[in-house]
Every structure is written in structure tokens, then in C-alpha cells.
């Protein structure tokens, strides 16, 4: 691949639980075309798991999408997942996992902030109306 | 005013108190306390890491050792919540777990495994539904989830697989070869092989001279120069019975063939 070129692959999903393996299967698999470690191959995988859960928890039972779009750069990869679900929609019920993490004194909506943090280079947020944005940098190693 | 009894004072404790006593008194007890109230913390992050094929119990009790040094290492006066501070830690202690066991190594094999084994609990659902089993069928049976069902039937074949442009080195001398450099096609001169036996009638049908001058040149290796001064005659005669040796054996074998 030359400096310049980059591939994209592009995965629309219902934002609901059961979607999430498929879009951690197909991340598999394009992070797989990086010159990534195995370990380093997991680590985005379950980084875009956690952005696709937090959309699904906050979505709860209304209709909507996970666009998540994957560009595959000589460099690094960088993948979007950006759902329609508007900013501040909280989860109507609280899953069991949010409330043992509440009664801990954690906020996990943070915390799966701080995961995605700890597992790529870089992850860059934005919220709005239309929805939630999360963009996840892993570079290809020198 | 009420008064309560210690040790419901005691358990009411929030952590920032917890934190703020223990650092000024390295209690082991208020240690204990702190490492039970962030247990949920530990199993959530060891959770997500699940599916790498370690047990969730081993994952904890990493997670755990990490929890412990975070706690150790807390300055709640800082202002940062601990589940911030603790969070890298314990995760990286479970990243360094998968490291030190060569983790990434085993990878394949287990995939294999995995994959095997769904080869088999296909077979069987196979013959006990009469129609092939979805992969949910698949997954039950083998108490994987879908995903790692997927994942193994789709990476576990892969695994199994040996690129034909993987170089083989056979000598440390040569440069490698690629496997499909290795890789026979099918040689035709084998099937002639049937053809031998005729080949050998041939040879007895001719007369003695040329008989002798085809197994000396053929069999025994012997050049012409050598058959002309074996037989006593002149090259340029070796040669031409040779060929009419040659043209006769042909003749023959077509014979013997159609």
C-alpha cells in the first residue's frame, strides 16, 4: 500500500445488543489488515464494542443506527462510530452491570470512555442532537 | 440526637473517607474494605477481556493485584475520582497477564480447537435435526457465544491454511523457495510406465547388432565412439543403425499401444 492510499469500509447496524458481535466481527477483520499484533487486533475490537454499547444503552428501545466507518491507512486506523441517537438520552432502565458499577462509585459512562483511552491512541468524542460520534485512532507500529 | 452504634457509622463510611483513613493509617482492614467495594469495578473491566479465551476468575485475580496497587497509590486529595485513577491500572495488569502468557501465541491453537470442535457439534446436529444447525444451534451446543462460534469457524480454517507463498528454507545456504515451488504437478511420463513392458518386447524383436548397440548407448551409457570400438565398426555405422534401431523400436511400441 503506498503512503497516499487508504481503504474504507463502511458497516450500518441496527443499534441494538445483538448487532454489536457483528460489528466486532467485521472489525476483526479489518483491523486484521493492519500490520497489528494480535493483542493489538483485540484491543480495537473491544474499543469499538465499547462505543457500539454505549450507543445501544443509551438508544434503549428507539429505532436507531451505528454507522461505523473503517479507513485502513498505511499509517493507522481510524474508525468512526457514529450513531443517531441525540446526546443526553439517558438509558430508561439502568442495565445491572450500571448499577453495581453506580453503587461502586463509578460512572460508567467514563469509564468506557477512559477503556477506549487505555486500549487506541486516541479517541475523540462529540456529542449533539444528532447523535454521538466517537473516533478511534490505533497507529501502525514504526 | 440519635445515636448509632459504631460500627453502622462504620459501614456507611463513603470511600473518599475510606481512602483519606486508610492513607494516613495503611490499615490492612480499610485496605480489605476498599478492595470489596471496587470488586464490581474489577469484574467489569475483566469482563470486557473475556473473550481473549482466559478464565473470567483469573482475569479478576489479576485485575485485582492492580486494583490493590492503585489503592495503595491514591491520593484522594488530587481530586480525580479513584475509579479514574484505578482504571488503568487494573486494566493494564490484565493487558500484562495476556502478554507474559504469550498470549497472542496461543491464539491459533485455540481457535482450532474451538473450530474443531464446532466442525463435530455441527456433524451431530446435523444427524440429530436432519438439516444442518444454524450457528446458534452451533454455539449452544459447543457453550461458545455466536461471535466466538463465527470467529472460530471463520479464523480457525485460516489458521489451518499454509500460504502457497510462504517461503520454505531447506538449507540455510539457498535461497527460500515458496511452498509452491514444492508443490508437484502431475507427471505424465508416469502414466507411460505401463508402456515399459512393451518396450522391453521391442528390444527383443530386434536383430542382435542394433540390440547391442541400443543397450550399450542407453542402458550402459556408452557413447558412440565407445559402442563403434566395442562392435568392431565405424562411428558414423553406429550411427546409423542407431537410428533405424530407434525408428524400429518406435514402430513397435506404437504397434503395441493402438
Known amino acids: 500500500m503506498s503512503e497516499s492510499q487508504s481503504d474504507t469500509v463502511q458497516l450500518i447496524i441496527p443499534c441494538r445488543p445483538e448487532y454489536v458481535g ?9 483491523a486484521s489488515r493492519m500490520p497489528f499484533s494480535y493483542d493489538e487486533v483485540e484491543d480495537v475490537r473491544l474499543a469499538v464494542g465499547e462505543a ?16 461505523i466507518t473503517s479507513t485502513i491507512g498505511a499509517r493507522a486506523l481510524l474508525i468512526e462510530v457514529a450513531d443517531n441517537v441525540p446526546a443526553g438520552t439517558e438509558p430508561s432502565v439502568p442495565s445491572e452491570e450500571a448499577q453495581n458499577l453506580a453503587e461502586a462509585g463509578v460512572d460508567q459512562q467514563g469509564l468506557g470512555a477512559l477503556l477506549m483511552e487505555i486500549l487506541v491512541d486516541e479517541v475523540k468524542i462529540d456529542s449533539s442532537a444528532a447523535g454521538t460520534i466517537v473516533r478511534l485512532t490505533k497507529y501502525a507500529p514504526d | 440526637m440519635t445515636t448509632k452504634k459504631p460500627s453502622q457509622d462504620w459501614t456507611q463510611d463513603d470511600a473518599e473517607t475510606l481512602f483519606l483513613r486508610y492513607a494516613r493509617t495503611r490499615d490492612s482492614q480499610l ?21 481473549r479465551g482466559e478464565p473470567l476468575e483469573d482475569l479478576v485475580q489479576v485485575g485485582t493485584i492492580g486494583l490493590i496497587n492503585a489503592i495503595d497509590r491514591f491520593d484522594s486529595g488530587r481530586g480525580t475520582k479513584f475509579s479514574t485513577y484505578a482504571t488503568p491500572t487494573i486494566v493494564g495488569e490484565i493487558r500484562r497477564y495476556f502478554r507474559d502468557k504469550a498470549w497472542s ?19 451431530e446436529l446435523s444427524s440429530k435435526l436432519g438439516r444442518p444447525p444454524t450457528i446458534q444451534e452451533v454455539a449452544a451446543k459447543i457453550g461458545a457465544s455466536e461471535e466466538e462460534t463465527l470467529e472460530a469457524i471463520e479464523l480457525g480454517n485460516a489458521y489451518d491454511t499454509v500460504s502457497l507463498d510462504s517461503k520454505v528454507v531447506n538449507d540455510s545456504d ?3 523457495l515458496s511452498l509452491a515451488e514444492f508443490v508437484g504437478a ?34 550402459k551409457d556408452m557413447s558412440q565412439a565407445e559402442v563403434a570400438k ?27 499401444i493402438n
Do not use: W
Open chain 1, 22 to 30: 457483528v460489528a466486532r466481527l467485521a472489525v476483526l477483520g479489518i
Open chain 1, 52 to 67: 457500539c454499547t454505549h450507543a445501544v444503552e443509551r438508544a434503549g428501545s428507539s429505532p436507531s443506527t451505528i454507522q
Open chain 2, 31 to 51: 485496605r480489605d474494605r476498599l478492595v470489596a467495594m471496587h470488586h464490581n469495578l474489577v469484574r467489569y473491566l475483566a469482563g470486557k477481556f473475556v473473550n
Open chain 2, 105 to 123: 501465541l496461543k491464539v491459533p491453537r485455540r481457535l482450532q480447537e474451538l473450530n474443531q470442535t464446532a466442525a463435530r457439534a455441527q456433524e
Open chain 2, 174 to 176: 539457498s535461497a527460500p
Open chain 2, 186 to 219: 502431475e507427471d505424465e511420463s508416469l502414466l507411460k510406465i505401463d508402456a515399459y513392458g512393451d518396450l522391453d518386447q521391442a528390444i527383443e524383436k530386434l536383430e542382435p547388432r542394433e540390440r547391442a548397440i541400443i543397450i550399450h548407448r542407453f542402458f
Open chain 2, 230 to 256: 566395442q562392435l568392431n565398426i565405424s562411428q558414423m555405422h553406429v550411427s546409423r543403425l542407431q537410428n533405424r534401431a530407434l525408428a524400429q523400436l518406435k514402430k513397435h511400441m506404437d504397434e503395441s
